[in-house]
């Protein structure tokens, strides 16, 4: 406590004159563009991470990253939700999931819990899609590469459980929405990004690229800077490729592959 004391004096002695016109502005309201959803978990810092100013996302944080579906819970999730995407007017969401996650290793000894943390147990029930994801497709993997499996399809979880709320459905129907899905690795700092075509999680990169092509004309080639997009101005009909820089090409086959492949 006392080294949060003495934070706070160090905020307002100094930092804050550096905010002073920002935070000045947003006494009048809050205009965030994005919906930042991810875990508790004390190491993930969702501003350091995406390098974002104060007023810049609006963020929603429990055990697990877990999205409970449309009138499943009467917690804080659907109802904050709701407000970002009707009243703020957000159109993104990011959840963001992270490797070594206690949520996940909790879930996969739910019975083992389930007297000493009952209300653990109970909140990871909204996780049951990704454990017998886990059981039906991934019964022959186990310790480290079980976590990071049952972490990629938590989150394709929570994205299905995210398209339950209404306003949501709302809005992907009128193409208002988009929805990504991180993982987050404490180890490199680096995040990975769902590929909806190709049920892989790539560089974060991947999905822009691929939006910016949805939104151009056929034949329209958008060229991007750095080194994760590789290849030619594309045809019609192909697809550009994307690799993880830091994955090696053995770990970009095998990791954070979907169960199925009609997701």
């Not at 957000?90 to 996940?104: N, P, R, Y």
């Not at 209300?119 to 990071?148: F, K, M, N, P």
């Not at 700092?189 to 690229?209: I, K, M, Q, W």
Request: aromatic share 8%; hydrophobic share 35%; net charge negative.
């Amino acid at each position: 406590m006392k080294k949060l004391i003495r934070g706070l004096q160090q905020f307002q002695e100094s930092r804050f004159d550096e905010y002073r016109g920002l935070f000045e502005q947003l006494a009048h309201g809050q205009k965030p563009k994005v919906l930042f959803i991810t875990c508790s978990d004390s190491r993930i810092v969702p501003n350091l991470l995406t390098q974002t100013e104060p007023g810049e996302i609006f963020v929603i944080r429990n055990a697990g990253n877990i999205v409970p579906p449309y009138g499943a819970a009467n917690g804080g999730e659907g109802a904050t939700i709701e407000y970002a995407i009707h009243a703020l007017g957000i159109e993104q969401v990011v959840i963001c999931g992270h490797s070594h996650c206690g949520a996940m290793k909790g879930l996969l000894k739910l019975k083992k819990i389930q007297d000493s943390m009952p209300l653990v147990c109970e909140w990871l029930e909204h996780a049951a899609g990704t454990l017998r994801v886990l059981q039906d497709s991934y019964s022959h993997l186990e310790g480290e590469d079980l976590i990071e499996t049952a972490v990629a399809e938590n989150i394709l979880t929570q994205i299905r459980n995210l398209k339950t709320y209404p306003v949501i459905h709302s809005r992907l129907h009128q193409g208002k929405m988009q929805i990504y899905g991180w993982i987050y690795e404490f180890e490199t700092g680096h995040v990975l990004s769902y590929n909806p075509e190709t049920h892989c999680f790539d560089a974060p990169s991947t999905r822009l690229v691929e939006d910016e092509l949805s939104a151009i004309r056929p034949g329209q080639y958008v060229s991007t800077d750095g080194p994760t997009v590789h290849g030619s101005a594309p045809a019609d009909n192909d697809r550009i490729r994307v690799n993880s820089p830091w994955l090696s090409q053995e770990q970009s086959n095998r990791i954070y592959r979907g169960s199925s492949t009609g997701r």
